[in-house]
């Protein structure tokens, strides 16, 4: 999972896994049209996972939720804000990305 999200990334964006199938994207030298890029970024996370992945195999469906959170707080007030997000997105379908 993570070579897949990772090879959609800039170089100069961080991805880290911080839970078992939690993986937190950070963004950097983002410009005005921050929420634009962002948005885009989501959609390729969210395209990586809509086909089927071949596992021994075996055929397996996964889908993802993702939690977006912009601004200046200090980091732990962003994971906090992009965690209760991603559980937005969880409750209306999965397969989706929510705002902070």
Known sequence: MARRIGGMLRQEDTLARIGGDEFVILL?????????????????CLSIFEPD???????????????????????DQLLIAADQAMYRAKEQGRGRYCWS
């Open 28 to 44: 950097s030298d983002l410009a005005e049209n921050a929420e634009r890029v962002v948005a885009k970024v989501a959609e390729k």
């Open 53 to 75: 992945f071949v596992i021994g195999g075996q055929s397996c469906r996964l889908s993802t939720s993702i939690g977006i959170a912009l601004g200046d707080a200090d980091g």
